[in-house]
């Protein structure tokens, strides 16, 4: 990963008050191996690519953790702890799932298999696109963590295209036509 464009991306997520706060916070719950990831990061780049305002088109903020207790009411907790630590809006707004719990419910949600993984980065390499595959956490001291593992370049080249690690993803058309009615700037590449 670009050392240049993962500092660029750390001062586009420090810019964004509503990302800012999420991380903060979250970073005070000294949960497992959590990051924040998906929307609300690349779409704080987007915004910040083509002028528009922080937290434009963010509908939520997708928070991962890793437990390997992958009962429901093990999540169930955590979720509830999550929204407890947040005033409106945001209590409604970052949406928790424990990623080793994945492989259970995604099949069914999704049609796709999905094999278990060992860890919250894992499940980056997974996602539909490259430029989503992008998480952020707030460490203890005040740094931000960066995990791209199919890099940064497409997050702010502003290209969406399938993940080459996997298979088109069934809703690919769905994806992104919601994209593009919002960034019309965007590339896509089948």
């Known amino acids: 990963m670009s050392g240049a464009l993962e500092d660029r991306l750390i001062r586009i997520v420090r810019a964004d008050p509503g990302l800012m706060h999420v991380l903060t916070t979250v970073r005070d719950l000294d949960m497992p191996d959590w ?24 509908r939520d903020y997708d928070l991962g953790y890793f ?14 702890r999550v929204a407890a630590a947040f005033d409106p809006p945001f209590r409604d707004l970052v949406e928790v799932r424990n990623q080793a719990r994945v ?23 997974r996602f539909v696109a490259p430029a989503f595959a992008v998480g952020v956490r707030m460490e203890a001291d005040d740094t931000i963590s960066v995990a791209a ?23 690919w058309t769905r994806v992104v036509e919601r994209a593009r009615s919002r960034w019309p700037e965007l590339s896509v590449l089948e």
């Not at 690349?42 to 915004?47: C, D, K, R």
């Not at 492989?103 to 390499?125: M, N, R, S």
């Not at 593992?149 to 809703?171: C, I, M, Q, T, Y």
Request: proline content about 11%.
């Open 149 to 171: 593992p199919l890099g940064l370049e497409d997050v702010f080249d502003l290209v969406l295209r399938p993940n080459p690690n996997r298979g088109r993803a069934k809703d």
């Open 67 to 80: 437990d390997p207790d992958t009962s429901w009411d093990a999540e169930d907790v955590v979720i509830k």
């Open 103 to 125: 492989p259970l419910w995604f099949p069914d949600h999704f049609g796709e298999p999905y094999d278990p993984i060992g860890c919250t980065d894992e499940a980056l390499e």
């Open 35 to 58: 990051r924040v990831f998906s929307g609300a990061v690349y779409q704080s780049v987007w915004n910040h690519q083509t002028g528009r305002a922080p937290g434009y088109g963010v």
